[in-house]
């Protein structure tokens, strides 16, 4: 996927777009996660398994969602697959619209699943969005990690998590907000124990008591931020708590017509580079690995650089999580990492706390 963004300075258009992110539309960068969860219940569950009159449109669908764009790859994922290896996908979420739109948008969510066959396993390692990275082809030394899409599509999104962590990406899937409510409603909606009790949209949830939410309200409950004492870091325990809910759901859907309509809200709001026969293949070969799914965050340090914030992960954090990663990929652990991933060595105007 190519950068929609050529007649700009990318380094300009991104610190300059990540004023306006905010002042413009502050409330719709908080709750992505839901088509996400779209990605993983389509190529996890594999959805096609529902009937040979089911595949013909499951393949027409995905055939249109393929995108290889220019993504380089850190190893042969054919082999990896043939062979029943551990893979990894970044799944990141933009509401921006329809997919394919001059308006690339920022990944506002971005997480690697990692799948595990002979574990039985699916790890989900969220980044924050305000990670601070470097990010090939851009004319700033520094940037947050979310801005690296727009700045150069799928292509440049994968190096940037690829250089941070030293782990190989093997697909992508970039997913909208598009069809957000109908493609929850279609599998009846998940049920959530709440971690904390607040109002925000639609979600009125009270901590420890257990509650189903439909579109709407599970995209609010999704989103909150602000009253989360974790702040975005709460975010992210509730997008991850939501994906392994659904994920779970999704596995019982049996009626035709729900998967149906799964699929049509899928068209013009999901991108991936990986093919209707890699997801297949992961169906018959790691569609167990959905009976255990557990999950973590990168780790940052708030800090505020040349007048914008940032969260800056510790070289230590990054190793941490790096080795986790590569662990559940069956791949030794790196010796490559270095704190000038995130500039946390080289600038003077560092204030971390």
């Excluded at 995108?67 to 509401?95: C, E, H, Q, W, Y």
């Excluded at 049509?264 to 992961?282: A, C, E, P, Q, Y």
């Excluded at 340090?301 to 590569?326: C, F, W």
Aim: glycine fraction near 8%; hydrophobic fraction near 30%; proline fraction near 3%.
């Amino acid at each position: 996927m190519s950068s929609n963004n050529s007649n700009q300075n990318p380094g300009e258009y991104s610190r300059r777009s990540d004023t306006q992110h905010f002042k413009q539309r502050p409330k719709k960068h908080h709750g992505l996660l839901w088509s996400l969860l779209i990605v993983v219940l389509i190529i996890v569950t594999g959805g096609i398994a529902y009937g040979y009159h089911m595949y013909n449109t499951a393949k027409t669908t995905f055939n249109k969602t393929y995108d290889a764009g220019n993504v380089k790859k850190l190893r042969n994922v054919s082999t990896v697959l043939k062979n029943g290896k551990p893979f990894s996908i970044l799944l990141m979420g933009t509401d921006t619209g329809a997919l394919g739109r001059h308006d690339t948008g920022r990944t506002d969510t971005m997480i690697i699943a990692t799948v595990n066959p002979q574990k039985k396993t699916a790890y989900l390692t969220s980044i924050p969005r305000d990670t601070r990275v470097q990010v090939s082809g851009d004319s700033q030394p520094y940037e947050k990690i979310n801005a690296a899409y727009t700045i150069g599509g799928a292509s440049t999104a994968v190096s940037a998590v690829q250089t941070l962590l030293d782990v190989p990406i093997d697909f992508y899937a970039i997913v909208n907000m598009g069809g957000l409510e109908k493609m929850v409603n279609a599998v009846g909606g998940v049920t959530v124990n709440p971690t904390l009790t607040f109002k925000y949209g639609a979600a009125d949830v009270t901590k420890g008591k257990k509650v189903t939410l439909n579109g709407k309200q599970a995209l609010d409950y999704s989103r909150m931020r602000e009253e989360d004492p974790l702040g975005d870091y709460g975010r992210q325990k509730r997008q991850r708590q939501i994906i392994q809910k659904l994920v779970i759901k999704a596995m019982g859907i049996s009626s035709l017509t729900r998967y149906k309509t799964i699929l049509t809200s899928l068209n013009g709001n999901l991108k991936t580079d990986m093919t209707f026969n890699d997801m297949i293949t992961i169906r018959s070969r790691y569609g167990d690995a959905t009976h255990h799914i557990k999950s973590e965050t990168l780790q940052g340090q708030n800090a505020m650089i040349d007048g914008i914030s940032y969260q800056v992960p510790t070289l230590n954090e990054l190793q941490k999580v790096s080795d986790h990663i590569r662990t559940t990929l069956d791949l030794k652990k790196s010796t490559k990492l270095t704190s000038s991933s995130t500039g946390t060595g080289d600038d003077s105007n560092y204030t971390g706390s």
